[in-house]
């Protein structure tokens, strides 16, 4: 399965203690089920997602909000799903009236850097090819892969993530918002038939984000994505009251070079621009 965006994993972190798991480690990830908990923190987690208007209608409007585990594909979302020939799919919604939930049963092996990280844009056939009527978008892997994927955000399960890196990430803000972050900012950019998208769409834009920023070195678009998802997390995060908005010494440790230049960045553009509303529209007026 191909990933967009690598969220919180590293070299560093095939070193993790291994007493987490002892001996049997392996057999931890790969017999591991979704609990109640799991499922009821991600719910809760796509329910604050809707509700607390960070994001923009476009970038929740068939939003699928997915976890697994060695089993199943646990989707959440506002669309539908139903069984193909190759992919069984199964209603878990049971009282639920906010959300249809799914379980689609899968082949695949996850391993511990599956779990480690979370992500947007993947491509998975097993929700691609269940998904009912669903809007697509343009696929930002368009020369690999299908010219058009659906919104969808893939998320760990919060007890196999929180073993892997204790709690030092808040679920919900750092990776469901963060996550649901980047789908708005691929949303915002045109989409090149070859080659890389560029951090700007003009050199006008460019640089009026590195004056207003007060900026000198360059800035490449995975820094900027990151920037943006922070955007949408902090204020997330601000908004739920959560203490902690700053990532501790041992994040910022943990991450790699375009989450912390982004999170540097996104800290500028909150001084610069202290209301969401504006920062939001400031940005996003440099981004298409
Ligand atoms: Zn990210």
């Known amino acids: ?121 993947y491509e998975v056939p097993e929700l691609e090819e269940t998904a009912l009527n669903a809007k697509k978008v343009p696929n930002p892997k368009v020369l690999e892969n299908k010219e058009k994927i659906l919104k969808a955000i893939l998320i760990p399960p919060k007890e196999v993530f929180e073993r892997i890196h204790g709690s030092r990430f808040e679920y919900d803000t750092d990776l469901v918002f963060h996550e649901a972050g980047h789908i708005e900012e691929m949303l915002l950019r045109d989409w090149p038939n070859e080659g890389e998208i560029p951090a700007f769409p003009s050199e006008k834009q460019r640089r009026e984000f590195m004056k207003t920023l007060d900026i000198t070195q360059d800035i490449d678009r995975a820094t900027i994505g990151e920037m943006y998802a922070m955007m949408i997390d902090r204020e997330a995060k601000r908004q739920l009251g959560f203490e902690h908005i700053d990532m501790d010494d041992e994040a910022q440790k943990m991450i790699d070079s375009s989450h912390k230049k982004g999170y540097l960045l996104a800290k500028a553009l909150e001084e610069k621009y202290p209301d969401f509303i504006e920062r939001k529209k400031w940005i996003q007026s440099l981004m298409k």
């Open 1 to 121: 399965m191909g990933r967009f965006c690598i969220f919180w994993y590293d070299k560093e972190m095939e070193q993790l203690p291994k007493e987490n798991f002892g001996e049997t480690e392996e057999a931890y990830f790969k017999s591991y089920e979704m609990g109640e908990d799991d499922k009821e923190v991600l719910l809760e987690s796509a329910k604050t997602l809707f509700s607390l208007g960070v994001l923009g209608k476009e970038t929740l409007d068939d939003l699928r909000i997915a976890s697994f585990d060695s089993k199943n594909f646990y989707v959440i979302t506002k669309g539908e799903h139903q069984s193909t020939d190759e992919f069984k799919v199964e209603d878990a919604s049971q009282n639920e009236k906010d959300f249809h939930i799914y379980c689609i049963g899968h082949g695949k092996n996850f391993r511990k850097r599956d779990y480690a990280g979370a992500g947007a844009w």
